[in-house]
Every structure is written in C-alpha cells, then in structure tokens.
C-alpha cells in the first residue's frame, strides 16, 4: 500500500468514526430536580437561596413552584408532589400525624404596602380600621383608595383583623362590600397594588425586597417594618415561615433544608428581609 493509499484509507476511517459519533449522542448524567412549594410570602427569599444552593452543587435544581399556598403545599408534600413545603402557618394535629414535620426557619415583617404614585409614608391603626370600613375613601391628595384584600381565611386577612376589635369589623365590613378586589396569591396581590392607582395591600418585607417589587412600604403606628423592628419586637406584624418534609423526603430535599439553616442560607434570608430562626 502506498503513502497516499494509507492516508486515503486513514481519512475515510476517521469520517466514518465522526459518522458514528454524530449518530451515538453523549450520555449526560441525569439532573436531579427538588421540588418546592408553599407561601407565596416566602417564595422570592427561597429562590435567593435555591440559586446559591445550586451554584454549589452541580446536578442539583431547585425548582420553586407557584404559590400553593400553605395548606395546598403541605397536603403536596404529603402526597408526593412536591419534596420540600414552605407554610405561614404550623402544622395541624392532624398533618402531623400523617408524617409531616416542620421546623421553623425565619420571620419577616407583614407590611402596609401602596402603590409607588401614592404620596404617604406611614399609616396608623386608626387610619387603617377608618379605611377599610369604608369612612375614609381618599388619600390626602383627594385620589381615591382601592383596596386590594386577601381570602377571609388567608393569614394576611387573619393578621390584619387581628390588629384591633375594631379593625376586626372593619376588614368583615370591607369583604362584604361589592366590587371589591381579592386577590388569591401573595404575588397577584402584590402585582395588584403595583399597578393599581391609588391602591392598599399587605405584603412581607421579604417578599417585597427579594422580588424587587414597586411599590412603596408604609410605616405603622410609627414603626418601619424591618428585621431589626421584629427582633426588637417594636413593629407588632410578622409572618413565620415554616419548612416540611416527610420522613419519605429525598435525601437531596434534606439536604437542601439544612442549606437553608446553614450560615450560609441564613446570611442569605436575613439580606432579604427575613428575621432566622431555628436551627443554628
């Protein structure tokens, strides 16, 4: 065989093992996806530390669901739909009897917020119960409030009529009023008093900052909302934020959670507006 004859031959083995290579894809290893849902109040500062989590464990996504809310995230958790629940709320006798566990992990701040047009700063208790019971209807430029309200049963509504007897009154009396705007979710709710003018809403400061959400957030009674204001225990309106597994949760579920109560998670939540708690 020649020199040229070889080179021929070694060119068309070369094609032919491209050929092959072309029609033989790679194998990549599988990705493995935790799954988690819960709060929408705590779903933007979650996802903060979800992409941290990822930078750092490659092969590892962490997938945030829309908001369930926390009874719908913990009846997931426990059916197996998702790995991993975030609830505002803890556990019922009966959830835990069927394997659920919580632990708390952080607080933040439940908020007045206002559309970013809207020239007011503060609000009082006193305000607040003459709003929503429909006596006062403007603001002090003459424009008009628009409420923007939750579910009776959801926890922002318990919160707010919690404030006072009479702000109790006030919030029944503005859910009984026609027309008036009730958003299901954290995060319509938000979206609602961002783009409405004139408009009144409650969001948790975290859910505010790490969704960099426009809109502007009130003082009450005298108090900024921050992380430091609820340590201190100054500023009276804070929302827990729970995580909950099941004994059946992947280890890739439980390790994300312990993420979460690390240094590292921890730093994290507190720069978006959460108060940890817990495991330390």
Sequence with gaps: MTLKQGMRLSMTIMGLMLAAGAV????????????IGGTGSALGSMMRVAEA????????RIRIMPSLGSTGAVKAVLGGGIDLAIA??????????QGAVEVEYA????????????????????E?????????????DGSRIRLILRPEKDMDSRLLRGISPAMD??????????????????????????????????????????EKQPVNILSFNGVQPSVKAITDRSYPLVKPFYL??????????????????SPAGRKILTKNGCLTVGVK
């Design 169 to 210: 009154q006030a919030v029944k009396a503005a859910m009984a009023r026609p027309g008036m705007v009730i958003a299901i979710t954290n995060q319509e709710s938000t979206a609602a008093v961002a783009r409405t003018p004139g408009a009144l809403g409650g969001a948790t400061l975290t859910e505010v900052i790490s």
């Design 128 to 140: 607040l119960e003459d709003i929503y019971s429909g006596r006062k209807s403007t603001w002090p």
């Design 107 to 126: 607080r933040s701040p439940f908020a007045f917020i206002t559309n970013a047009k809207v020239d007011k700063t503060a609000v009082t208790t006193r």
């Design 24 to 35: 033989c894809p790679v194998t990549v290893p599988a990705e493995t996806v935790v799954k």
């Design 244 to 261: 909950v597994t099941t004994p059946k949760a992947p280890a890739e579920a439980r390790q994300f959670a312990k993420f979460v109560l």
């Design 88 to 97: 505002s709320i803890p556990l019922t006798d009966t959830e835990r009897q």
């Design 53 to 60: 989590y990822e930078k750092s464990h490659p092969g590892i």
